[in-house]
């Protein structure tokens, strides 16, 4: 059973998420995923003797070249608004310590769930979202753009690194729990599940699945559910600070929401006249751990109602196990709401989105129209393709894994200027 208690550190309240087991105890709940238990990888390796599979799959993608690329994609402003705010990169080590105190909490596998938060973001293009976009309008007669399935398709297939294999040769939990992060694909009599029901589930995993099946109509292991709230949580709570940071909204403007203000009017009680950046600073905090609390403790109450009692009763229980409470998933909403309008459409941020836009259509279009203007092993796979998809994809692949700062490079050799993305 797993016992939820909070714990207080001084007038400020909760600041640590609740851990089940005495720090350094290893634990691991029946629910968990079991690395000795893996359903394998799609090309058979000897077992390591000093790290799990899942441990093995977590280094694999810390290693990746597609890892090390997040350091130069934009998580919402591009590099020249400053060094401090966050990219894909740092927002991805946030998403998997959050996703660690989680799993750690419930008596999850730990090491899964960080490979999972490690490499959720992995398909992302330059630019962010707006990359994103670009790519899958230029993309629609061709089965369109989706950056969950270029994850699935980096790891599996254009990561060149290894002597033996394309891709990363991962294990089946975590290439399910990447692909089915969000909840089933599919529902149980084989339709696109509701969230699928416009565009369809993105055909480069429906061919995956063919052949190495991930079980896309039933729910992911738990570790890969705390990976995702993890997601959540951080991108709500660095959201926040950011935007704080940047000016794009002020503390007296959080007010708007009724959980941001119980949060201000806290930190204004504890520390009166507390400089501002350090107001910013324990706002962002506490929202991570009334969000990481929330998610420990209605994921516990779920597991002791259900009690499934294996990482397979997890995943067919028909509904999430680690989520927010009902109010926290309203907070998570109004949060959103509030973030959408005065950060993500903020007049500031939707010009250099804009601009970004036209620096990926130039791309497209021009390497599209002569895919010699792309270095030489992608022009020779492109020219060599065997279809107009099959050469646009290429396009496609290659502008998705360029950085930030790359495809500015790459605008300005190919037409001599750039948008200033300012």
Same mark, same amino acid.
């Given at each position: 059973?797993?016992?939820?208690?909070?714990?207080?550190?001084?007038?400020?309240?909760?600041?640590?998420?609740?851990?089940?087991?005495?720090?350094? !105890?290893?634990?691991?709940?029946?629910?968990?995923?079991?690395?000795?238990?893996?359903?394998?990888?799609?090309?058979? %390796?000897?077992?390591?003797?000093?790290?799990?599979?899942?441990?093995?799959?977590?280094? @694999?993608?810390?290693?990746?070249?597609?890892?090390?690329?997040?350091?130069?994609?934009?998580?919402?402003?591009?590099?020249?608004?400053?060094?401090?705010?966050?990219?894909?990169?740092?927002?991805?080590?946030?998403?998997?310590?959050?996703?660690?105190?989680?799993?750690?909490?419930?008596?999850?596998?730990?090491? $899964?769930?960080?490979?999972?938060?490690?490499?959720?973001?992995?398909?992302?293009?330059?630019?962010?979202?707006?990359?994103?976009?670009?790519?899958?309008?230029?993309?629609?007669?061709?089965?369109?753009?989706?950056?969950?399935?270029?994850?699935?398709? &980096?790891? +599996?297939?254009?990561?060149?690194?290894?002597?033996?294999?394309?891709? $990363?040769?991962?294990?089946? #939990?975590?290439?399910?729990?990447?692909?089915?992060?969000?909840?089933?694909?599919? +529902?149980?009599?084989?339709?696109?599940?509701?969230?699928?029901?416009?565009?369809?589930?993105?055909?480069?995993?429906?061919?995956?699945?063919?052949?190495?099946? $991930?079980?896309?109509? +039933?729910?992911?292991?738990?570790?890969?559910?705390?990976?995702?709230?993890?997601?959540?949580?951080?991108?709500?709570?660095?959201?926040?600070?950011?935007?704080? !940071?940047?000016?794009?909204?002020?503390?007296?403007? $959080?007010?708007?929401?009724?959980?941001?203000?119980?949060?201000?009017?806290?930190?204004?009680?504890?520390?009166?006249?507390? %400089?501002?950046?350090?107001?910013?600073?324990? &706002?962002?905090? @506490?929202?991570?751990?009334?969000?990481?609390?929330?998610? &420990?403790? %209605?994921?516990?109450?779920?597991?002791?109602?259900?009690?499934?009692? +294996?990482?397979?009763?997890?995943?067919?229980?028909?509904?999430?196990?680690?989520?927010?409470?009902?109010?926290?998933?309203?907070?998570?909403?109004?949060?959103?709401?509030?973030?959408?309008?005065?950060?993500?459409?903020?007049?500031?941020?939707?010009?250099?989105?804009?601009?970004?836009? #036209?620096?990926?259509?130039?791309?497209?279009?021009?390497?599209?129209?002569?895919?010699?203007?792309?270095?030489?092993?992608?022009?020779?796979?492109?020219?060599?393709?065997?279809?107009?998809?099959?050469?646009? @994809?290429?396009?496609?692949?290659?502008?998705?894994?360029?950085?930030?700062?790359?495809?500015?490079?790459?605008?300005?050799?190919?037409?001599?200027?750039?948008?200033?993305?300012?």
């Amino acid at each position: 059973m797993v016992t939820v208690q909070s714990h207080s550190s001084g007038p400020q309240g909760p600041l640590s998420p609740p851990q089940a087991p005495p720090p350094g !105890r290893p634990w691991r709940a029946p629910y968990a995923a079991d690395p000795d238990a893996s359903r394998g990888r799609i090309l058979p %390796e000897p077992a390591s003797p000093t790290r799990t599979p899942f441990q093995r799959d977590r280094d @694999r993608i810390i290693h990746s070249t597609a890892f090390r690329r997040l350091a130069h994609k934009s998580q919402v402003f591009v590099p020249h608004e400053g060094d401090h705010y966050r990219t894909r990169l740092t927002h991805t080590i946030e998403v998997g310590q959050i996703a660690r105190a989680i799993s750690r909490a419930l008596g999850l596998d730990d090491d $899964l769930a960080e490979a999972l938060a490690l490499a959720h973001d992995l398909g992302h293009t330059c630019f962010g979202h707006t990359g994103e976009e670009i790519l899958d309008a230029a993309m629609q007669a061709h089965g369109g753009f989706d950056h969950n399935a270029q994850g699935l398709r &980096i790891v +599996t297939a254009l990561e060149r690194r290894y002597a033996d294999h394309d891709g $990363l040769n991962l294990c089946w #939990e975590t290439l399910e729990g990447l692909v089915k992060h969000n909840g089933p694909l599919l +529902t149980p009599d084989g339709a696109p599940a509701p969230r699928h029901a416009r565009a369809g589930v993105p055909a480069p995993i429906l061919k995956f699945d063919a052949g190495f099946p $991930l079980g896309l109509s +039933t729910w992911s292991s738990a570790e890969a559910q705390a990976a995702a709230i993890a997601d959540d949580i951080a991108y709500n709570a660095h959201d926040l600070d950011d935007g704080l !940071r940047a000016g794009l909204f002020d503390v007296e403007d $959080l007010r708007e929401v009724e959980f941001l203000r119980a949060l201000v009017d806290e930190i204004a009680r504890w520390r009166p006249g507390l %400089e501002r950046a350090r107001v910013i600073h324990e &706002i962002a905090r @506490r929202v991570i751990t009334r969000l990481i609390e929330d998610v &420990i403790g %209605e994921g516990a109450r779920r597991l002791q109602e259900s009690a499934p009692a +294996t990482a397979d009763a997890v995943r067919g229980a028909g509904r999430a196990m680690v989520c927010f409470s009902q109010r926290m998933e309203a907070v998570d909403k109004a949060l959103k709401a509030f973030l959408f309008p005065r950060m993500y459409r903020h007049p500031r941020v939707m010009k250099v989105r804009r601009e970004a836009g #036209e620096v990926v259509q130039i791309l497209f279009d021009r390497f599209a129209a002569d895919p010699s203007l792309m270095p030489e092993d992608w022009a020779r796979n492109a020219h060599g393709a065997d279809s107009e998809a099959r050469r646009l @994809r290429h396009v496609c692949d290659y502008i998705a894994g360029m950085t930030d700062r790359y495809a500015v490079a790459e605008c300005v050799r190919l037409t001599g200027s750039a948008p200033s993305l300012r």
